[in-house]
């Protein structure tokens, strides 16, 4: 199910600060076109944090209409400041969403028990299957791989997007192992030629809005056991993830998006603010 490079899209403002709901619609065409498995909507990539609802609503209606027309994944962001609001959240999605990345909710570190009673009691009542947003660094919250195959176990959470800051310990040990039809995605763009080494299925990549095909002939370069094409375009795209990550996430991607005509303003929501001008030109000439 979650096999493949999926894209969770940026959203674009236009100049007087607006969602610019077109050029959504046109990065997702094109990056499904050039054969990404899916889209992400409302991502930390799309700043859904400063996002209000109506807007969230929109960016939602848009993927999943682009979805629907090429039979692509739409996997939606959720997130809560609890397990309740998060389980609202859930069943409040729309029917076309195909799949939910959830987190842990940060700042609380409700330790592994409380992680395993969370995702337990969402994948009890969520309408859609769960992939375990696994970002340590962001939750505060650090999770075994025990806890994520005990949890991957559960029918309704298909897998895990893991970004765990590097391939650590943990990442080897669930990977050599994973529950039946629990699929891992890489969610560390740098990082994912050697999660893909590892065993992921693929990965959820701001990077792959540049350079889709290249991203997808790696996963399949991988899934093929051609070693010796997949090692060269991983060296290569990873020098592409680092230069669009050395300021924060999506702040670079969109000056260079907007550089090459495909959004029309680089701008971010504060508290972000707009990557330099040195950053946007070295990821431009990042090959
Ligand atoms: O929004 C996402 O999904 C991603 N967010 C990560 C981040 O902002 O750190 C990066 C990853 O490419 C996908």
Same mark, same amino acid.
Request: charged content about 20%; some cysteine.
């Given at each position: 199910?979650?096999?493949?490079?999926?894209?969770?899209?940026?959203?674009?403002?236009?100049?007087?600060?607006?969602?610019?709901?077109?050029?959504?619609? /046109?990065?997702?065409?094109?990056?499904?076109?050039?054969?990404?498995?899916?889209?992400?909507?409302?991502?930390?990539?799309?700043?859904?944090?400063?996002?209000?609802?109506?807007?969230?609503?929109?960016?939602?209606?848009?993927?999943?209409?682009?979805?629907?027309?090429?039979?692509?994944?739409?996997?939606?962001?959720?997130?809560?400041?609890?397990?309740?609001?998060?389980?609202?959240?859930?069943?409040?999605?729309?029917?076309?969403?195909?799949?939910?990345?959830?987190?842990?909710?940060?700042?609380?570190?409700?330790?592994?028990?409380?992680?395993?009673?969370?995702?337990?009691?969402?994948?009890?009542?969520?309408?859609?299957?769960?992939?375990?947003?696994?970002?340590?660094?962001?939750?505060?919250?650090?999770?075994?791989?025990?806890?994520?195959?005990?949890?991957?176990?559960?029918?309704?959470?298909?897998?895990? /997007?893991?970004a765990a800051g590097g391939i650590d310990a943990e990442a080897v040990e669930l990977l050599a192992?994973?529950?039946?039809?629990?699929?891992?995605?890489?969610?560390?763009?740098?990082?994912?030629?050697?999660?893909?080494?590892?065993?992921?299925?693929?990965?959820?990549?701001?990077?792959?809005?540049?350079?889709?095909?290249?991203?997808?002939?790696?996963?399949?370069a991988w899934h093929a056991g051609d070693v010796v094409r997949a090692r060269a375009l991983g060296?290569?795209?990873?020098?592409?993830?680092?230069?669009?990550?050395?300021?924060?996430?999506?702040?670079?991607? /969109?000056?260079?998006?907007?550089?090459?005509?495909?959004?029309?303003?680089?701008?971010?929501?504060?508290?972000?603010?707009?990557?330099?001008?040195?950053?946007?030109?070295?990821?431009?000439?990042? /090959?």
């Amino acid at each position: 199910m979650l096999r493949g490079i999926h894209v969770p899209l940026v959203t674009p403002f236009d100049a007087s600060g607006e969602v610019a709901v077109d050029a959504i619609e /046109k990065l997702a065409r094109q990056v499904l076109d050039e054969g990404a498995a899916g889209l992400v909507a409302l991502g930390t990539t799309g700043e859904v944090a400063a996002l209000d609802p109506e807007e969230r609503a929109r960016v939602i209606e848009v993927c999943a209409r682009v979805c629907a027309e090429r039979q692509a994944l739409l996997t939606v962001g959720v997130t809560g400041a609890d397990t309740r609001a998060t389980g609202r959240a859930l069943r409040e999605l729309p029917s076309e969403v195909g799949a939910a990345l959830v987190t842990i909710p940060s700042f609380l570190r409700p330790g592994e028990r409380g992680v395993v009673a969370h995702f337990e009691a969402l994948a009890e009542e969520t309408p859609v299957p769960l992939v375990i947003y696994h970002i340590p660094y962001r939750t505060g919250q650090a999770v075994s791989a025990a806890t994520l195959r005990r949890l991957g176990a559960h029918p309704m959470i298909a897998g895990a /997007k893991y970004a765990a800051g590097g391939i650590d310990a943990e990442a080897v040990e669930l990977l050599a192992d994973p529950p039946e039809g629990f699929e891992v995605l890489c969610g560390d763009d740098v990082f994912v030629s050697p999660l893909l080494a590892l065993g992921a299925v693929g990965g959820i990549l701001a990077s792959a809005h540049l350079e889709t095909a290249a991203f997808v002939e790696l996963a399949d370069a991988w899934h093929a056991g051609d070693v010796v094409r997949a090692r060269a375009l991983g060296h290569r795209l990873a020098r592409l993830s680092a230069a669009l990550f050395t300021e924060p996430n999506p702040t670079v991607l /969109k000056g260079v998006l907007h550089a090459r005509g495909l959004i029309p303003t680089p701008d971010v929501r504060l508290p972000l603010v707009p990557a330099s001008a040195e950053a946007v030109s070295r990821a431009l000439a990042a /090959k």
